[in-house]
């Protein structure tokens, strides 16, 4: 299909994301086949995709990122058709969620096939699969005709890039081709669930609220994590952070004020003054909306020079699910 065609079946709109979609998307899906690095817009965050069928080129992604090779790639693909490719066997909760919530953001982790190279799962024997919804990430992988393997398209263990401007900061020079598709829409990674044994296992709270999913297919275990022996780097202790030493605030009543502190918080505090920045992630209080603006928040009181963020829980529910796991894992990284 051309790709005046992809863009019109995806519903692409936005006349700026046309414009680059259009210039760059045959251009990003022949480096993609040639066994390069295009980093590109999902509905959660930029991916630095490799063709996931490429042993080499997903070795690069590694290398890129600094990301340690125990740690297992998502695959993306565009259809159910696809993701059978990557996943051998599909239990009926499996197809059942994946009728339900793609394309969305939620992974699936499901028998690897041989097709797909070990270095994709770390050695393991299952596969981590999703179909992304977003029309250019949709475009990309159609046009390139294969499945790609992605992780966040930033170094190791930092904030993720939900702007095409993340991306270039930190990886500038190091990728073949970014496509720049705007913010991101949900603004938090994926919800990654398991489902190798009959009942399915969250590895990682995401953009797909756990309620839904066990109104789907009824109680989904937790699973407790394993600082030492991660399966999923969500489950790293320390994660998504920010240079900046950043602290939870987990008392009831205002957090500490300090002329040299940033606030990170839900909605407006009694006196902002007190700190020398506020980021309020979402003013009506909506949770998806706070994961939206959650890494963005977070780059731009890291970019400050400050000496603290204080960061303030939200409700453990919904979206918010996902939002504390990240402000946790920002929480346990030492100033550097
Ligand atoms: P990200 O860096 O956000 O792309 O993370 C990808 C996530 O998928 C990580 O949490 C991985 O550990 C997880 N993942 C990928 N493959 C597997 C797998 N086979 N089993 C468990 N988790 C996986
Ligand atoms: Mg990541």
Redesign the pocket.
Known sequence: MATEAFLASAGLTDEVVRRDAKTNLRKAADVLQSGGLVAFPTETVYGLGANALDATAVARVFEVKRRPRF????VHVHSMVQARLVACYWRDTAVELARRFWPGPL?L?LPKSDVVPDIV?SG?S???VRVPDHPLALALIAEAGLPVAA??ANTFGSISPTRAEHVRKQLDGEIDLLLDGGPCRVGV?ST?L?LEDDVPLL??AGGTPLEEIESVVGPVRRQRSDPGRP????QCPQHYAPKTQLVLWQDDGSPPASPRAGLLTLCPPADPNQFAAVEVLAESGNLREAATNLFAALHRLDAMGLDLIVAVPVPDEGLGLAINDRLRRAATTKKQ
Do not use: C, F, M, Y
């Open positions: 740690d297992p790639l998502i992974t982790v799962a393991l299952t596969v981590a992780p966040s990674e990654i398991s590895l990682r399966t999923a780097p969500g």
